[in-house]
């Protein structure tokens, strides 16, 4: 197919000198396909903050719009406030805005406990300044304690002033489509994009997955860990398995795709050409 959707990558902040080079080239690589913004996730607890607004304001000067991601555990009104302020002075104009994770060893949650809470406050602080963007997840939070409140979590997101959403990846397309279908049922009518993960290995998938909650299907992990240690074909089985998730979501009338790239392009490329052609 002719490329008619549109893509975002999610980046997060380098550590080192080596990274931030690393993280420019991928940048570069993936500039071609146009992309409607590039996020930059922000550590727990806000460890990565001085980073994240590094890396935003560089994408931001190469002309491309940034989009920080934002969280409020252990963070403060004021301490928000700043944060907004800073963004707004630079002319940013969109945010990812997320509850977070608790830090290690963290004591204090902070001023806000949910991300529907830091949504209301951003809208109160700057009105329409910001396009929001909120987490959705078709395989539901791994803290939710029932798929319906985890629903209602994301409709309060949108009422408090979300304009959209991102999902969490998943490898089941049936599993973003019933979530739509629920998401209609219950009158949140925002776009939701596909969160998509590429698969750069399977130890870290599964690391991945534990955390988030993310299924990976039993067909798919046996076949992944059927390759053992040859990265490279298990690399080229996994750009076939995800080209063909994005063709599904595409054909079905999604619109948009979001790239979780781990500060790589090789594997995202081939996928967005396989898809685009």
Known sequence: MTKKFEVSFEFFPPKTSEGV??????????????PE????????????????MDTVLEIQQEGFQAAPHISCI?????????LLQAYQSHGIKRLVTLRGDVPSG????GD????????????????????IEVAAYPEFHPEARTPAADLQNLKRKVEAGADSAITQYFYNADAYFRFMDQCEALGINIPVVPGIMPIYNITQLSRFSSICGAEIPRWLKMRLEEYGDDIASLRAFGVDVVSELCETL?????????????????MI?????????
């Open 112 to 131: 806000f406990r949910y991300a529907s809470e830091l949504v209301a406050f951003i809208r109160a602080e700057t009105g329409r300044h910001f396009t």
């Open 21 to 34: 080079d690393k993280l420019r080239e991928a940048r570069t690589q993936l500039a071609r396909f146009n």
């Open 74 to 82: 252990s963070s403060s009104k004021a301490e928000i406030r700043d």
């Open 106 to 109: 963290e004591v204090s949650a």
């Open 250 to 266: 595409l054909v079905q009338g999604v619109s948009g795709l979001h790239f979780y790239t781990l500060n790589q392009s090789a």
């Open 269 to 277: 490329s081939h996928i967005i050409d396989n898809i685009a052609e």
């Open 37 to 52: 913004f590039f996020s930059v996730t922000f550590g727990a607890g806000g460890s990565t903050r001085d980073r994240t």
